[in-house]
């Protein structure tokens, strides 16, 4: 099965740029639409950005024009740019499947913090 490990995140300040990378195993990965997810403290887990397998994307009104999503099929990695980074960006960030692509969701993995000071 595909498992999936996140990393990347850190404490910026606001105004601040972070690239977080998703690494999946196993070769469904490649056939698969991807998304990254954020869970701020007492909030629900909300999906951010979407990619599908053939690099067509979508984002989440927050994030417009600020997140870039982007994957390396050949290394099997979804990457997440943020610029201008906001202390409401801050959340533990996920990837995982895309309910549009998917019946399932992958095991979660650890989940990488951002944390955006003002």
């Known amino acids: 099965q595909v498992q999936v490990a996140e990393s990347g995140g850190g404490l910026v300040q606001a105004g601040g740029s972070l690239r977080l990378s998703c690494a999946a195993s196993?070769?469904?990965?490649?056939?698969?639409?991807m998304a990254w997810y954020r869970q701020a403290p007492g909030k629900q887990r909300e999906l951010v950005a979407r990619?599908?397998?053939?690099?067509?994307?979508n984002y989440a009104d927050p994030v417009k024009g600020r997140f870039t999503i982007s994957r390396d099929n050949a290394k099997n990695t979804m990457y997440l740019q943020m610029n201008s980074l906001k202390p409401e960006d801050t959340a533990v960030y996920y990837c995982n499947y895309d309910p549009l692509g998917s019946s399932y969701y992958l095991p979660w993995g650890q989940g990488t913090q951002v944390t955006v000071s003002s």
């Open positions: 196993g070769r469904a990965f490649i056939t698969k639409a």
């Open positions: 990619i599908s397998s053939g690099g067509s994307t």
